[in-house]
């Protein structure tokens, strides 16, 4: 997997998703919220009472569901509970001055 594609896997889905919220805000407020303000304009007072706290009441569902939806997408739990790492290894030291010795040629006597 290349660096590029795991630093921008997120933002598909997110682009995804704040198509999906605007398209979901536009149909809300053309098919429910612009006829009922027009209906509010001829409505007594108790009738537009009701009218705007069922508005309300629509509008936080909504926000609540794409706000529930988002929380889905960006998974911010991998930044709290990660996963579990792979178990440590120990370091292997090696002595240096045994090694040392090792590789150490000794220069044969001359023999006299």
Same mark, same amino acid.
């Given at each position: ?19 999906? &919220? ?5 149909? *809300? ?30 509008? &936080? ?22 996963? %579990? &790492? ?7 030291? *090696?002595?240096?001055?045994?090694? &040392? ?6 220069? %044969?006597?001359?023999?006299?």
């Amino acid at each position: 997997m290349t660096v590029l594609m795991r630093f921008t896997r997120p933002f598909f889905p997110l682009i995804g998703f704040m198509l999906a &919220a605007w398209i979901i805000l536009f149909l *809300v407020t053309d098919m429910f919220l612009i006829p009922a303000l027009r209906v509010a304009h001829g409505a007594d007072y108790i009738a537009r009472k009701q009218l705007a706290a069922i508005s309300a009441l629509v509008l &936080a569902i909504i926000l609540t569901c794409l706000l529930a939806i988002l929380m889905l997408v960006l998974r911010p739990g991998r930044f709290f509970l990660p996963r %579990k &790492a792979e178990p440590k290894v120990r370091t292997k030291y *090696v002595d240096a001055w045994a090694e &040392a010795g090792q590789r150490l040629e000794v220069p %044969k006597e001359e023999e006299q």
